[in-house]
């Protein structure tokens, strides 16, 4: 059974910093494309960053493009988004994602299993 369990979320005031950790079990990581996405109230889920299986290639958002890294370790089954230079507008809960497709970017309907989320809140 897939499961995907995020931590690391938090108040932090802007221009600070957070690292968000995935938790993944009951498949091999090695075999799947992982994500972040977030959602702000009244807004839709959006793509954050895209890994690869094997981390050679990722995919950001031009929202966070040069703060936001991406990186995983399939030895420990686990995907990490390292937060820096938050902003407001970075407010929202974010979820890991994942799927055996090869090359899903940022669009969220191609990812299959999503982990139930983390609250990061961005706020002087």
């Known amino acids: 059974q897939v499961q995907l369990v995020e931590s690391g979320g938090g108040l932090v005031q802007p221009g600070g910093s957070l690292r968000l950790s995935c938790a993944a079990s009951?498949?091999?990581?090695?075999?799947?494309?992982m994500g972040w996405f977030r959602q702000a109230p009244g807004k839709e889920r959006e793509g954050v960053s895209s890994?690869?299986?094997?981390?050679?290639?990722?995919y950001y958002a031009d929202s966070v493009k040069g703060r936001f890294t991406i990186s995983r370790d399939n030895a420990k089954n686990m995907v990490y988004l390292q937060m820096n230079s938050l902003k407001p507008e970075d407010t929202a809960i974010y979820y890991c994602?994942?799927?055996?497709?090869?090359?899903?970017?940022?669009?969220?309907?191609?990812?299959?299993?999503w982990g139930q989320g983390t609250q990061v809140t961005v706020s002087s």
């Open positions: 009951g498949f091999t990581l090695d075999y799947y494309t």
């Open positions: 994602a994942t799927t055996r497709r090869f090359r899903a970017g940022l669009d969220r309907t191609n990812y299959e299993y």
């Open positions: 890994i690869s299986r094997n981390g050679g290639s990722t």
